[in-house]
């Protein structure tokens, strides 16, 4: 992820003073690292196994893959906006929240998964996958108390309503962050990791 907000940050100073394109070749190498990831914590059942470590290895396994997707969301929203269809980013989104449905709920390893949740949450206009982010967030925000969970929800209710009015398939939600952060009532603005 620091590469790509790296890169994604170069992208925005270089196009806002010399209007240049990003270097896609560094983007496309990230893209084939991630692709190329072996997920150490495969989800096989292996009889040696008790019931705590299976689930925990299938928690862990659906974490990994709920991120390796996020990245993938982030490369195509950010960077090759483009040159792909708005099929394949709610596809892409859609994978990332299957796997944090996932996960269970009973440890920490789904509180994990809130900048994947934001990306996919962001990206989906169906009812059911906006509902599943929204149950997330509540979720977190009333078990830990921390106020960012509860700040992903308010930024995904005002992205899913300014969607709809806009009736762009294309929407780019990064302008309701900008929004958002610009109208911040406080001294020290959040900073997001949008590209």
């Known amino acids: 992820m620091y590469k790509l907000a790296k890169l994604a940050s170069e992208g925005k100073r270089t196009r806002a003073t010399e209007k ?33 470590a299976l689930n925990a290895r299938r928690d862990n396994f659906h974490c990994a893959e709920a991120w390796r997707h996020a990245l993938f969301l982030y490369i195509l929203r950010v960077f090759k906006m483009k040159l792909v269809s708005a099929q394949e980013i709610s596809y892409t989104a859609r994978v990332v929240l299957d796997h944090v449905r996932s996960i269970r709920q009973v440890g920490w390893v789904q509180k994990q998964v809130l ?16 509902q599943l982010a929204q149950d ?31 009736k762009d398939n294309d929407f780019w939600w990064a302008l309701v962050v900008d929004k958002h952060e610009k109208n911040s009532p406080t001294s020290m603005t959040c900073q997001f990791l949008l590209g």
């Open 20 to 52: 240049r394109a990003i270097n896609l070749l560094l983007v496309d190498q990230v893209q084939r690292d991630i692709s190329g990831y072996s997920n150490e914590h495969n989800a096989f059942f292996k009889s040696s196994d008790t019931e705590a």
């Open 115 to 130: 900048i994947p949740v934001f990306l996919a949450g962001a990206e989906i206009s169906g009812e059911y996958g906006q």
């Open 136 to 166: 997330y967030c509540d979720f977190w925000t009333k078990k830990n108390r921390y106020f960012m969970f509860d700040n992903v929800a308010i930024l995904h209710r005002q992205i899913w309503k300014e969607r709809k009015a806009s």
